[in-house]
DNA sequence: AGTGTATCCTGCAGGC
DNA sequence: TGCCTGCAGGATACAC
């Protein structure tokens, strides 16, 4: 479940450590991971260096020298650790593609192999990226903006909040949070919110990824950083997988429902359910 | 344009 | 203790 602040934490972590190394070699141990031939991947990667470590939505960016990029979408699993041990309880345990660098080594880990590692050219790049919608956390993406985008969708607002090609960056766990927060039904049809509730979403889903990223992220089972720590933010998730429990603002109980195929959690109370048509 | 379903994959929780 | 089943979900593909 790494999302924008697990992957923003983990980009944090390996920016400090991987620019100026060249990758010398590179051990392919699940070619599943990769999304092209392993031995194009190997070709157009052996002998490079990393310039940079960047983000875009939940992928981490490594950025090589003279151009071109690894694209890394962690998945549900996956982590990038920067010189882990060979041996001992910290070594990956599930190691899919190891970086040997000069000098050090980068793991890709990833227990479910739902990640992918694509090579990507800066064309190919910059068409990819155009696919995502904004950055939620970048300066320019205001209220008034959020509110436009929403108005052109029918979805479900906590669907709408999954999809990345709307907004980028936002999973299951802060789409949640966010609405909790905003005090906004997960089930509302995105354009049935009314300025003062897309003015809420929007601080909502803001402090959220601001607070999880100052937290180190959320670790719900698999997730590290950079370092092979676990985030703080779980502890501090008010709605996500509390079903039952009370609500920390009104004492109802937590729901939980299932729908596009995820489970939604919510205060019946505080996130009234949508009625009417199309309200 | 939207929804639902299946797929990938493994670990873990729950039931018995 | 241990086996079995089901569930978790990010992205994608496909049918309707």
Known sequence: MPELPEAETIVRGLRATIPGRRIVDLTVHHDDVLGSEASDFRRRTKGRTFADVRRRGKNVILVLEGGGRIVVNLGMT???LPDPPFEGPDAPSHPAVVFELDPGHLVYQDVRRFGRLRRMEEDAYERWAGTLGPEPLDDGFGAGDLADLLSASRSPVRSWLLDQGRIAGVGNIYANESLFRARIHPARPARSLTP???GRLHRALRAVLRAALDAGGTT??????????????????EAYGRDGEPCPRCGSRIRRVVFGNRSAFFCPECQPEPHGPDV
């Not at 719900?220 to 998730?237: C, P, T, V, W």
């Open 78 to 80: 996956g982590t990038l």
């Open 196 to 198: 003062d509730e897309a």
């Open 220 to 237: 719900f089972r698999d997730y590290r950083n950079a370092s092979g720590e676990e985030g703080e933010f779980g502890r501090r998730l």
